[in-house]
Structure formats: structure tokens, C-alpha cells
């Protein structure tokens, strides 16, 4: 069975940081692409981040880019995200999801996806 469960989420403020996990198991982490979306209350989901399988190469939305950094540790099944200067614009619920094997940035749908863990930035 294919799981993922994110965790991490907190209320910080503005400027502040935070680091999300998502730990994994049920399918193949290392050769799977890893992506973190978010969605905003009354607003659609957005991707963010991605990260090849296998590594190292990531991409990023232009909403995050240079603020938020995506990693993996497969001996642990776990992708990461590193949130740095957050703003209230950020304040979502994320999500971590995967694909089989390689896909386009941002992916065109996800087949696994975690229920979620909830960051929010206050002003």
C-alpha cells in the first residue's frame, strides 16, 4: 500500500522558516519523482517544487524560486522542504506526491499524494 504522510507544518511569522518531511513507503522512492504542491484556501493547487528520480535535479514554481529548497534521502524514503522567507502569501496546505519514474516539470498529474500538513504565515 502506498503511503505518504507529510508533517512539519506550523504557524510562524512572517520572515520566518520551517522545514517539511514527507515520509514514504509502498512504492519505489528512488526512482520515483517527488513533488511538493500547495493549495490556499478558496484557490487551486499549485506545484512548487520537484525533484528527479534519483536526484539531484530540481525545479521550482517561480512563486517559490530561490526561497524554498526541495531534497531527498532515499536510505530513509523521505523528501524534504525547506521554507525560508515566508510570507503570508505562503500560507497553504502542502503536499508531498509522487510519480513513477521520470515526468515533466511541473508533472501533469499525480498518481500518490499525502493528505497534507498545514503552514501558516502570520503578518
Known amino acids: 500500500e502506498v503511503h505518504l504522510a507529510e508533517s512539519g507544518g506550523n504557524l510562524v511569522q512572517t520572515g520566518g522558516s520551517l522545514r517539511l518531511s514527507c515520509v514514504t513507503s509502498?512504492?519505489?522512492?528512488?526512482?520515483?519523482?517527488m513533488s511538493w504542491l500547495r493549495q490556499a484556501p478558496g484557490k487551486g493547487l499549485e506545484w512548487i517544487a520537484g525533484?528527479?528520480?534519483?536526484?539531484?535535479?530540481?525545479s521550482y514554481a517561480d512563486s517559490v524560486k530561490g526561497r524554498f529548497t526541495i531534497s531527498q534521502d532515499n536510505a530513509q524514503n523521505t523528501v524534504y522542504l525547506q521554507m525560508n522567507s515566508l510570507t503570508p502569501e505562503d500560507t497553504a496546505m502542502y503536499y508531498c506526491?509522487?510519480?513513477?519514474?521520470?515526468?515533466?516539470?511541473?508533472?501533469?498529474?499525480?498518481?500518490?499524494r499525502g493528505r497534507g500538513t498545514q503552514v501558516t504565515v502570520s503578518s
Open positions: 506526491a509522487a510519480v513513477l519514474g521520470a515526468c515533466s516539470w511541473p508533472p501533469t498529474n499525480y498518481p500518490f
Open positions: 509502498g512504492f519505489p522512492f528512488s526512482s520515483s519523482s
Open positions: 525533484i528527479a528520480s534519483g536526484g539531484p535535479f530540481t
